[in-house]
């Protein structure tokens, strides 16, 4: 498992993808407001309960090469931070593997989430963000469709990415990519001066 995303992820602000059979069915949002976490603050714990998954979280840049980096080992998951951080107003990217010849990684059973299923990112700040699962989609890492995971469509996103579908043995990587998307439905705040903003 060389490459986590595929090469359409590589650049801030992404490249729309060459493909339109594989894109998402486009999320539905109220129109007239937009929730979002009032102060920006970076992610520190990932929390699936449905997976029983909690897990630190760090943070991911560019490589030199321009292709989004990935977490060193398979048992942590980073935060893409040249985006937004999670329940600002954009789409918030977490990455992490699938598996490695070691065994299972943190995302292995990230694919069997369903929308509903709950995400909660503990912020610095103390505030914790909460999000609901929209849709779970596999992608050739060929097609992969950066405009939609890593772009703004004007609400608060944050999107898990990792391998799946076929492995060539080959090469040592999965041909695809699996994305869960997921939107900001609610926050605990750090203290009462720290609150959830409803606006137009």
């Known amino acids: 498992m060389l490459s986590l995303v595929g090469r359409g992820a590589s650049l801030p602000p992404p490249v729309a993808s060459p493909s339109t059979t594989t894109a998402p069915v486009p ?4 129109a007239t407001t937009t929730l979002a976490v009032s102060v920006p603050s970076t992610p520190e714990r990932l929390v699936i309960p449905q997976l029983g998954l909690s897990v630190a979280l760090g ?3 560019l490589n030199f090469d321009g292709t989004v980096q ?3 080992t398979t048992a942590q998951a980073g935060w893409y931070r040249l985006g937004p951080t ?3 107003v954009g789409s918030a990217v977490v990455l992490g593997h699938v598996d490695s010849y070691r065994g299972v990684g943190v995302f292995f059973l990230l694919r069997t989430l369903v929308p509903g299923d709950q995400i909660d990112v503990s912020l610095v700040d103390g505030v914790v ?4 699962v929209t849709s779970v989609m596999l992608y050739p890492k060929s097609a992969f469709p950066a405009q939609e995971v890593y772009a703004s469509h004007g609400v608060s996103a944050l999107q898990l990415v990792t391998c799946g579908g076929a492995f060539d043995s080959r090469t040592g990587s999965y041909l695809s990519n699996v994305v869960v998307y997921s939107t900001l439905v609610g926050a605990t705040p750090a203290s009462a001066a720290t609150m959830v903003g409803v606006g137009a």
């Open 27 to 30: 999320l539905h949002h109220p």
């Open 70 to 72: 990935v977490p060193s």
């Open 86 to 88: 999670p329940g600002e």
């Open 129 to 132: 963000a909460q999000f609901a």
């Open 59 to 61: 943070t991911l840049g």
